[in-house]
C-alpha cells in the first residue's frame, strides 16, 4: 500500500518541503542521542549555520507529527548536494558533564536539575526515588546520570519530539496498534532464555526515609538487610546513594523488571509512521501463529524518508508484560 510521505524541515528562517531528497531520523532512549542527517541539492539557497534552531515534521498520509526538535550540529556540502545534521536536547545532555551533590531530593527532582543544567525543559517526570543524597560526578554525562536515575525508578528516560526530557514510568498496557499485512512491512521476535541471577540493588544505611537526620550514616550492614547472599543465583549491584530499605527494594524491583523485559525483543518495518513515539507501548495485531504480538515497549525508533521513493519507520521494543489493547485490532496507527 502507498500513500502520499512528506518532509517538513525549518532550517533557522528557512523552510524546506519538497527540496530534501533523503532525510534519516534516529531516536533512542537515553544515554542515546536523537540525531537526523537531511541531504538536499548543492542548487537549493541555503544559509542556515550549526547551532540554528531545527524542527522536522513528517507527513504520511492524513497524519503530520513533529519528529524532533533541536538545532543544526553540521552542516557538509559538496559539488552535488548539501547534508544538514540536527540533533536534539539529548545530544546537550550527552555534552553536559555537571559536578554538584543533591541533598534530600527525589529522583525527579534531580531529574529535572540535570535537564536544567543542560539548558532543556521537561515534560513528564515520574520518576520518585526517595535518596538522601545523590552525587552528579563528572565520569557521566549528563544523559548517562538521567538514564541511571530513570532506570532505577523503573522509568525511561528520553527527550520527547517537543525536545523536552521526559521519564514516564513504565507500562504494560498497549496505546497504540499496528496490523500485520497491512502497515508492518518486517516483523521479527527474539526470546531468549533467562541464564543470569537476579539482581539486588544494594545500598548502606539505617534511614527509615531520605530526609531523616541519619540518613548519611555509614553503616557495615548491606541495604536491604534481607538481600539474598550474592552468588550463582544473585548478584549484587552496588549503589551508595541508596540510603533507605524502600529506595533499595524499589531499585532491585526495577532492574529485574528491566532484565525480564530484555528478554523478548521485536523489531519491525513498517510504512512510514510519524505518530510513533519513544516509551509508547505498541501491539501487532494479526500476527502470524509463532509470532508474540507483544505488548512492546517501543525503545528505538529510526524514520527513513525518501520522497520520490520507499519510505518507512523502523522500531525497537522489548516485551511489556501484561496488557493488551483488545479494541485495536484495526490499527490505531494505519494509513
Same mark, same amino acid.
Given at each position: 500500500?502507498?500513500?502520499?510521505?512528506?518532509?517538513?524541515?525549518?532550517?533557522?528562517?528557512?523552510?524546506?518541503?519538497?527540496?530534501?531528497?533523503?532525510?534519516?531520523? *534516529?531516536?533512542?532512549?537515553? !544515554?542515546?542521542?536523537?540525531?537526523?542527517?537531511?541531504?538536499?541539492?548543492?542548487? @537549493?539557497?541555503?544559509?542556515?549555520?550549526?547551532?540554528? *534552531?531545527?524542527?522536522?515534521?513528517?507527513?504520511?498520509?492524513? *497524519?503530520?507529527?513533529?519528529?524532533?526538535?533541536?538545532?543544526?550540529?553540521?552542516?557538509?556540502?559538496?559539488?552535488?548536494?548539501?547534508?544538514?545534521?540536527?540533533?536534539?536536547?539529548?545530544?546537550?545532555?550527552?555534552?553536559?558533564?555537571?559536578?554538584?551533590? /543533591?541533598?534530600?531530593?527525589?529522583?525527579?527532582?534531580?531529574?529535572?536539575?540535570?535537564?536544567?543544567?543542560?539548558?532543556?525543559?521537561?515534560?513528564?517526570?515520574?520518576?520518585?526515588?526517595?535518596?538522601?543524597? /545523590?552525587?552528579?560526578?563528572?565520569?557521566?554525562?549528563?544523559?548517562?546520570?538521567?538514564?541511571?536515575?530513570?532506570?532505577?525508578?523503573?522509568?525511561?528516560?528520553?527527550?520527547?519530539?517537543?525536545?523536552?526530557?521526559?521519564?514516564?514510568?513504565?507500562?504494560?498496557?498497549?496505546?497504540?496498534?499496528?496490523? /500485520?499485512?497491512?502497515?508492518?512491512?518486517? /516483523?521479527?521476535?527474539?526470546?531468549?532464555?533467562?541464564?543470569? !541471577?537476579?539482581?539486588?540493588?544494594?545500598?548502606?544505611?539505617?534511614?527509615?526515609?531520605?530526609?531523616?537526620?541519619?540518613?548519611?550514616?555509614?553503616?557495615?550492614? %548491606?541495604?536491604?538487610?534481607?538481600?539474598?547472599?550474592?552468588?550463582?543465583?544473585?548478584?549484587?549491584?552496588?549503589?551508595?546513594?541508596?540510603?533507605?530499605?524502600?529506595?533499595?527494594?524499589?531499585?532491585?524491583?526495577?532492574?529485574?523488571?528491566?532484565?525480564?523485559?530484555?528478554?523478548?525483543?521485536?523489531?519491525?518495518?513498517?510504512?512510514?509512521?510519524?505518530?510513533?513515539?519513544?516509551?509508547? @507501548?505498541?501491539?501487532?495485531?494479526?500476527? !502470524?501463529?509463532?509470532?508474540?504480538?507483544?505488548?512492546?515497549?517501543?525503545?528505538?525508533?529510526?524514520?527513513?524518508?525518501? !520522497?520520490?521513493?520507499?519510505?518507512?519507520?523502523?522500531?525497537?521494543?522489548? %516485551?511489556?508484560?501484561?496488557?493488551?489493547?483488545?479494541?485495536?485490532?484495526?490499527?490505531?496507527?494505519?494509513?
Amino acid at each position: 500500500m502507498a500513500f502520499p510521505v512528506g518532509i517538513s524541515l525549518v532550517l533557522g528562517n528557512s523552510r524546506y518541503d519538497s527540496h530534501v531528497r533523503r532525510l534519516r531520523v *534516529s531516536l533512542s532512549l537515553l !544515554p542515546g542521542v536523537n540525531s537526523a542527517v537531511a541531504v538536499m541539492p548543492s542548487t @537549493v539557497p541555503f544559509s542556515a549555520s550549526p547551532g540554528e *534552531s531545527a524542527q522536522i515534521g513528517l507527513t504520511a498520509g492524513d *497524519s503530520t507529527e513533529t519528529v524532533l526538535t533541536g538545532t543544526i550540529k553540521a552542516v557538509e556540502r559538496t559539488l552535488t548536494a548539501i547534508a544538514v545534521t540536527v540533533s536534539d536536547g539529548s545530544a546537550d545532555l550527552h555534552a553536559c558533564r555537571p559536578a554538584a551533590t /543533591y541533598e534530600g531530593q527525589n529522583s525527579g527532582q534531580i531529574l529535572q536539575a540535570l535537564a536544567g543544567d543542560a539548558g532543556l525543559p521537561t515534560g513528564r517526570i515520574d520518576a520518585n526515588l526517595d535518596l538522601a543524597a /545523590y552525587v552528579v560526578e563528572q565520569n557521566r554525562t549528563a544523559g548517562e546520570h538521567a538514564a541511571l536515575l530513570a532506570r532505577l525508578s523503573g522509568c525511561l528516560a528520553f527527550v520527547s519530539s517537543g525536545n523536552e526530557l521526559s521519564a514516564p514510568k513504565i507500562s504494560d498496557s498497549a496505546d497504540c496498534a499496528l496490523r /500485520y499485512g497491512r502497515d508492518i512491512l518486517v /516483523y521479527q521476535v527474539q526470546e531468549r532464555k533467562k541464564d543470569r !541471577p537476579d539482581l539486588a540493588a544494594i545500598g548502606n544505611g539505617p534511614a527509615g526515609s531520605g530526609s531523616a537526620p541519619d540518613a548519611l550514616r555509614q553503616t557495615v550492614v %548491606s541495604l536491604p538487610s534481607n538481600a539474598q547472599p550474592p552468588g550463582a543465583k544473585m548478584r549484587w549491584l552496588p549503589y551508595a546513594f541508596l540510603r533507605t530499605p524502600s529506595a533499595a527494594s524499589d531499585a532491585g524491583d526495577a532492574l529485574n523488571g528491566e532484565a525480564g523485559r530484555g528478554l523478548s525483543r521485536a523489531e519491525g518495518h513498517c510504512l512510514l509512521n510519524p505518530e510513533l513515539r519513544l516509551g509508547s @507501548v505498541l501491539e501487532i495485531s494479526d500476527a !502470524p501463529d509463532g509470532l508474540s504480538p507483544g505488548p512492546w515497549i517501543v525503545t528505538g525508533i529510526v524514520h527513513e524518508v525518501r !520522497p520520490s521513493g520507499r519510505s518507512r519507520t523502523i522500531f525497537r521494543g522489548q %516485551s511489556a508484560g501484561g496488557g493488551g489493547l483488545a479494541g485495536l485490532a484495526g490499527g490505531l496507527l494505519s494509513s
